[in-house]
């Protein structure tokens, strides 16, 4: 990983603290910790490998050494703690638009927070909650499977852009556009303490939309065709008897009806 390359991303404060390990636990861990430490809006974790890598609810993420982005960042948002599942949208938008710029592939988002092509998971965001004293922090945990060859057989939903682009893709280009992309869109997210100048994108991208999906809360799951999603990054699912429900990310999965999308 070229650290020299991503500093030069001219962001005003996305990257401008780098910790770099060969080998860790988890970046979303050291992430919290440093916040803690003291660290700055925009701190930046990277590392080459992940021994503890994880998803939404408590999922492993496999992060093999030198063949994706496995990165955590540090943001403070003055907001309420409800609205911190919409960071998760914003970083979700922002790293399509990245890896769409770069690598030229069609990647969609399935709600929340999978980045998907092909049908197949590429990238998974987690967004985590410190309190710092007095002050929200939030951890948004990125892991890319950039140029991964293949995966283990229980992950077949599984794919990496150099499967589907067939060729070797540059890291450091897509994080370096991603912080800008994200640095741009956070600014203005905060100014308006709201969605409504990314929602239309996000809709454009999500392959959730105008589908039939299974919903799974806890122990429990229905089926239902996503009509729309709202200001609030709300999933509006019509359920089988006609009604209308809205549905927060939360620790709600989202299924197509005949595989993971």
């Known amino acids: 990983m070229n650290l020299q390359e991503i500093k030069q991303s001219r962001t005003c404060f996305m990257g401008k603290e780098i910790e770099f390990y060969e080998e860790i636990d988890s970046t979303n861990i050291r992430a919290k910790n440093w916040s803690k430490e003291g660290a700055i809006e925009g701190s930046l974790v990277i590392a080459e490998k992940q021994n503890?890598?994880?998803?939404?609810?408590?999922?492993?993420?496999?992060?093999?050494?030198g063949e994706g982005i496995w990165m955590s960042f540090i943001v403070k948002p003055v907001m309420s703690i409800e609205k911190i599942p919409q960071l998760t949208i914003l970083a979700?938008?922002?790293?399509?638009y990245s890896i769409r710029q770069v690598t030229g592939l069609d990647i969609y988002i399935k709600w929340p927070n999978d980045l998907v092509v092909n049908n197949k998971k590429v990238c998974g965001i987690l967004c985590e909650m410190v309190k710092v004293?007095?002050?929200l922090v939030v951890v948004v945990g990125i892991g890319v499977n950039v140029n991964s060859k293949k995966f283990p057989d229980?992950?077949?939903h599984a794919t990496s852009l150099y499967l589907e682009g067939k060729k070797l893709f540059s890291r450091e280009s897509i994080i370096k556009s991603f912080?800008?992309?994200?640095?741009?869109?956070?600014?203005?997210?905060i100014e308006t303490g709201s969605l409504m100048n990314?929602?239309?994108?996000?809709?454009?991208?999500?392959i959730n939309l105008n589908k039939q999906v299974k919903i799974i809360e806890g122990q429990q799951e229905f089926i239902g065709?996503?009509?729309?999603?709202?200001q609030e990054a709300r999933l509006i699912v019509e359920k089988e008897d006609g009604s209308l429900i809205s549905i927060l990310s939360g620790?709600?999965?989202v299924r197509g009806l005949y595989g993971y999308v």
Do not use: T
């Open 133 to 135: 004293k007095d002050e």
């Open 198 to 206: 990314f929602i239309g994108d996000y809709k454009n991208y999500c």
């Open 251 to 253: 620790d709600v999965s």
């Open 92 to 96: 979700g938008l922002s790293m399509c």
């Open 179 to 189: 912080l800008r992309r994200f640095e741009e869109n956070y600014k203005i997210y």
């Open 225 to 230: 065709f996503v009509r729309d999603i709202d």
């Open 154 to 156: 229980d992950l077949s």
């Open 52 to 65: 503890a890598g994880r998803g939404r609810m408590g999922k492993q993420w496999d992060s093999p050494k």
